[in-house]
Structure formats: C-alpha cells, structure tokens
C-alpha cells in the first residue's frame, strides 16, 4: 500500500538557518505529494502541493520538487524564523488506485529559537 | 469565505458512551474525510464521503461510522468508547474527490476516561 516516511525528529534550528526535512513515499500509481503544517492547536493547513514529476511547489518562501526518480519531496527553506515553529507532514494521494485518500508520514516538529 | 468548521472542539466522555461529532464543510465542497491523529499513530484516515456516500473507508473497527447529509454537512459517531478513542479527530473537506487539496478544520478534541 501506499506510504510516506519523514525524517525522524524534532528539529531545532536558529532563526535564519536553513532547513531541509526529508520526506519519501511508496505509491503504486502516480500521487500527488503535498506538504501541511499544524500549529499548536489547530488543525492542517496546506503548505504546499505538487502534482506530477519535477514540479516545484512553493509557498512563504517554503519549496519542495517531486522527484519521482528518487520517490522523495523533501521540503525545505533558506532562512527560517520563529513563527515557523510548528508541525510539519508529508503526504499523498494516489487517485489511480481505487482510494484517494490522503496518507501523510509521522510529521516532524520544528521548533526555531531567535 | 468561511472554513470547516467542527462542533464541538472538545468533548470528555466516559467508556463505553457513545459520541457524535460534526462537520460542516466549505460551501460548495461535497467531499468530506475524517481522520483520527493521536500522538501514537499519527494522522489515520477514517472515511470519506462524496454526495452523502461512503466513498472509502479506513482500517476502523465498525464502532466508527459517519455519514454525509444533502447540505454536505458530515456527522462522525463512535460507539463503545474505549481510553484508546482519546484523539483529535479531524475533518477535511474538497471540492470533489480527496486528492486535490483538502482543507482541515481544527478537529474535535475527545478525551475517554
């Protein structure tokens, strides 16, 4: 079946360091890759989303490629701040398969300290 | 224009009770997932429902059932709770079937003891 693994946390960063979390997925047919994130309290927010090989999708300066030939979406950003600090998940949809539901990985917390 | 919204945002139950939750999705939006997240298992797919039909089903016991009403709005009911069924439960709703982008509400918050 489908899945998605994310690297293992939590991360945590200074503000305006880099940031990169690995994210790679097992899917049959052709998903769509998206990235969320939750902020204390609340519910899923989309971040980002990609839906075909090579495309780039960005999003407050976050960016991550669908790399179909390495089956990843690593998610990353080149200054972070503060206000970042949240959880972040992987996830996908495969609508060739006879579900198109959303699998998402364990998410990771990032937390940035000034 | 206003998001899902989901009633009520915190609920404490005891075992063996049963629960309703709601959600009432983006207007003009006919699909509506649920999942359970908890801090063991992550963010566990449900159900999802398209035009007041069951479309998919998750790996659940039969004690969680839903259902989707004409206006698109969404019911989840569990029955028999179990300490196990403490969670966030959330629900997400899209414009037609799930793979496009699908937008969360800020869940149900159920604690059993």
């Known amino acids: 079946g489908d899945s998605v693994t994310q690297m293992e946390g939590p991360v945590t960063l200074s503000e305006e360091a880099f940031l990169t979390i690995n994210c790679t997925y097992t899917a049959t047919g052709y998903p769509s890759l998206f990235w969320y994130v939750q902020y204390p309290g609340e519910g899923l927010q989309l971040l980002l989303k990609?839906?075909?090989?090579?495309d780039k999708g960005s999003n407050k300066g976050f960016e991550a490629t669908y790399r179909k030939e390495t089956t990843s979406f690593h998610l990353e950003k080149g200054s972070v701040q503060v206000s970042d600090s949240a959880v972040y998940f992987c996830?996908?949809?495969?609508?060739?398969?006879?579900?198109?539901?959303?699998?998402f990985g364990k998410g990771i917390t990032l937390s940035v300290r000034p | 224009k206003a998001g899902v919204t989901q009633t009520p945002r915190y609920l404490i139950k005891t075992r063996g009770q049963q629960v309703t939750l709601s959600c009432s999705p983006i207007?003009?939006?006919?699909?509506v997932s649920w999942y359970q997240q908890t801090p063991g298992q992550g963010l566990q797919f449900l159900f999802e429902y398209f035009s007041e039909t069951q479309r998919n089903k998750g790996n659940f016991p039969g004690r969680f059932s839903g259902r989707q009403f004409s206006n698109s709005r969404s019911e989840m009911n569990v029955s028999t709770l179990e300490l196990g069924d403490s969670a966030l439960y959330l629900c997400?709703?899209?414009?037609?079937?799930?793979?496009?982008?699908?937008?969360f509400g800020q869940g149900t918050r159920l604690t059993v003891v």
């Open positions: 996830a996908l949809s495969d609508l060739t398969g006879a579900n198109s539901k959303l699998t």
């Open positions: 997400a709703s899209s414009l037609v079937l799930q793979g496009t982008e699908a937008f």
């Open positions: 990609a839906t075909k090989a090579d």
């Open positions: 207007s003009g939006h006919r699909s």
